[in-house]
């Protein structure tokens, strides 16, 4: 993927294009990502989660996960310590440590090395992964595909606008 077509993929964030586009095109070989099917599904998710390339921390505190024994975080600050971060806002701390050991990163003592370019981009191919997610792209399941990534269907406009601007560009 070029730095120009990541630009028209989320023009919001063209200005991050030149750093990304390397690094997600990584990402997207090292994880297995490999067909525009699962590229466009992929970058339209990354799309939503990171507000085209805005944000690698969820806005939120992270509040509202302090306590979610369902994500690992028992300990008091733990939601906090483990919000959302990385391009597909990973979240809690058994979601950190897992993704810690497959990326051979200590994201449990240091939960904000998510926020790094080359972090955000490898833990959003790494859930990616680890979730099975190809299987819906592959389907172009894409509501199932936003309810396994975030539990739910919000942002699902949203994530849907971007996933057909995406596959135009990528001539689907």
Same mark, same amino acid.
């Given at each position: 993927?070029?730095?120009?077509?990541?630009? *028209?993929?989320?023009?919001?964030?063209?200005?991050?294009?030149?750093?990304?586009?390397?690094? *997600?095109?990584?990402?997207?070989?090292? =994880?297995?990502?490999?067909?525009?099917?699962?590229?466009?599904? =992929?970058?339209?998710?990354?799309?939503?989660?990171?507000?085209? *390339?805005?944000?690698?921390?969820?806005?939120?505190?992270?509040?509202?996960?302090?306590?979610?024994?369902?994500?690992?975080?028992?300990?008091?600050?733990?939601?906090?310590?483990?919000?959302?971060?990385?391009?597909?806002?990973?979240?809690?701390?058994?979601?950190?440590?897992?993704?810690?050991?497959?990326?051979?990163?200590?994201?449990?003592?240091?939960?904000?090395?998510?926020?790094?370019?080359?972090?955000?981009?490898r833990s959003a191919g790494?859930?990616?992964? =680890?979730?099975?997610?190809?299987? =819906?792209?592959?389907?172009?399941?894409?509501?199932?595909?936003?309810?396994?990534?975030?539990?739910?269907?919000?942002?699902l406009d949203d994530r849907?606008?971007?996933?057909?601007?995406?596959?135009?560009?990528?001539?689907?």
């Open positions: 993927m070029t730095e120009t077509e990541l630009a *028209l993929m989320m023009p919001y964030g063209a200005s991050r294009a030149k750093l990304y586009a390397p690094l *997600l095109t990584a990402a997207m070989e090292e =994880f297995g990502i490999d067909s525009e099917r699962r590229q466009a599904a =992929f970058l339209a998710q990354v799309c939503h989660e990171s507000g085209s *390339l805005l944000y690698t921390a969820e806005i939120a505190t992270g509040s509202a996960y302090e306590g979610r024994k369902d994500l690992g975080n028992t300990s008091p600050g733990d939601g906090k310590r483990y919000k959302g971060r990385g391009l597909i806002q990973l979240t809690g701390k058994d979601n950190y440590r897992t993704c810690g050991a497959a990326l051979k990163l200590d994201l449990v003592t240091n939960p904000k090395l998510l926020e790094e370019p080359e972090a955000a981009c790494w859930f990616w992964r =680890f979730k099975a997610l190809n299987s =819906f792209a592959d389907q172009d399941a894409f509501g199932s595909l936003t309810r396994a990534i975030n539990g739910g269907y919000r942002g849907i606008s971007h996933w057909l601007r995406i596959r135009r560009i990528l001539g689907l």
